[in-house]
């Protein structure tokens, strides 16, 4: 009998598991008859809040839906084959996003690692091994990326070994492709940063032979970014499914070229002896974020938008009803691109630090989240909010001002 080493060893040589999954495998089976429900957070003295702020990882997050919780559910109850399910959800999100193939990972941040090590390793069992020593393996050793890019998030493509290279201008870009470069690395939330855009990123990338990978981790809604860079040619696209999509908080999406999809997954469970072992993602987060994406991309977006615009102006209305405050609604262009309102007040006629406020406001009956700014100001956003919960975070907020009027 094979023991588990042995399984896990062989495990790594495995071809890509194909097959379909049952009509009703999506489904969920027939609910367990319940009972009171349990608040396990009452229990352990956790606090949860109404979020006003956004979907922050600190947070949690965003919020599942009904139907992604009941698939979930309904998954929990079926023993699948792994590598079956993500064969099987990756085809059907790779559609709908307009690319060769998909996978979900934990994350947008292991997408990275994974997408990276598939570029280093192709299906190379050996290399996959390796990860991440790279010296004596023949695999390249360099991703370049924008100086302005270069804000922590590169740290995913050094977990696969790799080293940053940083440059600025297109020129420098040129001359620091070289023999040892294995990836152009390209954050679009940083995209006004870098003065190389997109197209001429790409250019350069084709003429010199290079894969591309754009994360692109908060960047929908819009909706037409989960394919505008597929359909625009990166190699590799990255994106978080626990944000606006309200996948599973711990999923993501890595999508883009067949063959790197398929090397990226010998890095990932439920093989092992790879970089990617412990970046697991179980059938119930694979489906759910299946269903999440699909949801997402069928909804009224304008509806939706509608819905946050009137949310953001009963806020504000209700602020700049106290003498001395001021608020400007704006829409971010790269990430979190929703209406997001800024508050601001004049110290000498409303005496509230702005941390203060935020205590308050946390230690409040229900807890609020907003996000601090500089100069005696903070930002609000609708999109994570419950209905009703706009008339309750209008409601405080402008109790807490009103009561620091001088």
Not at 147 to 152: A, D, E, Q, R
Not at 319 to 335: F, H, N
Request: charged share 25%; with cysteine; hydrophobic share 40%.
């Amino acid at each position: 009998m094979i023991n588990r080493r042995d399984l896990i060893k062989h495990l790594s040589a495995f071809p890509l598991l194909g097959g379909f999954l049952g009509q009703n495998s999506l489904t969920p089976t027939a609910m367990v008859a319940k009972g009171a429900a349990r608040n396990i957070a009452k229990e352990l003295g956790i606090r949860t809040f109404i979020n006003a702020a956004g979907t922050y990882t600190m947070m949690t997050g965003s919020l599942m839906q009904d139907e992604v919780v009941e698939t979930i559910q309904g998954a929990a109850k079926d023993f699948m084959m792994l590598d079956e399910v993500q064969t099987k959800v990756g085809e059907k999100i790779a559609a709908i996003c307009h690319a060769e193939a998909a996978v979900v990972t934990a994350g947008c941040f292991s997408a990275l690692t994974l997408g990276l090590a598939g570029v280093l390793t192709g299906m190379d069992t050996k290399k996959v091994e390796a990860l991440p020593h790279l010296e004596g393996t023949g695999m390249k050793s360099e991703v370049i990326i924008q100086k302005g890019h270069n804000i922590g998030y590169s740290h995913a493509l050094t977990n696969a070994g790799c080293k940053i290279i940083q440059v600025e201008t297109a020129e420098e870009l040129q001359k620091a492709i070289n023999e040892k470069t294995a990836m152009l690395w390209f954050l679009n939330i940083q995209s006004d940063k870098g003065q190389v855009g997109h197209k001429e990123f790409l250019e350069i990338a084709k003429k010199n032979g290079i894969p591309t990978m754009i994360d692109m981790a908060a960047d929908v809604p819009p909706v037409e970014n989960l394919w505008k860079f597929n359909d625009m040619g990166f190699d590799l696209v990255c994106v978080s499914g626990g944000k606006a999509m309200r996948g599973p908080q711990s999923a993501g999406i890595l999508m883009g070229k067949k063959h790197l999809i398929e090397a990226a997954r010998l890095s990932m469970p439920p093989r092992g002896s790879t970089i990617g072992r412990g970046m697991k993602v179980n059938k119930e987060e694979i489906l759910g974020m299946y269903v999440a994406l699909d949801n997402f991309v069928k909804m009224d977006h304008k509806k939706e938008w509608k819905t946050w615009e009137d949310r953001i102006t009963m806020i504000s209305n209700a602020a700049k009803s106290v003498a001395g405050v001021k608020t400007e609604v704006t829409v971010p262009e790269l990430g979190n691109h929703t209406p997001t309102l800024k508050v601001s007040w004049d110290p000498a006629k409303v005496s509230l630090p702005v941390k203060l406020l935020q205590e308050n406001l946390r230690k409040g009956d229900p807890s609020i989240e907003i996000m601090p700014a500089e100069n005696n100001s903070l930002t609000i956003t609708a999109w994570m909010l419950k209905s009703g919960e706009e008339k309750i975070v209008a409601s405080r907020l402008k109790e807490e001002l009103s009561k620091a009027v001088v």
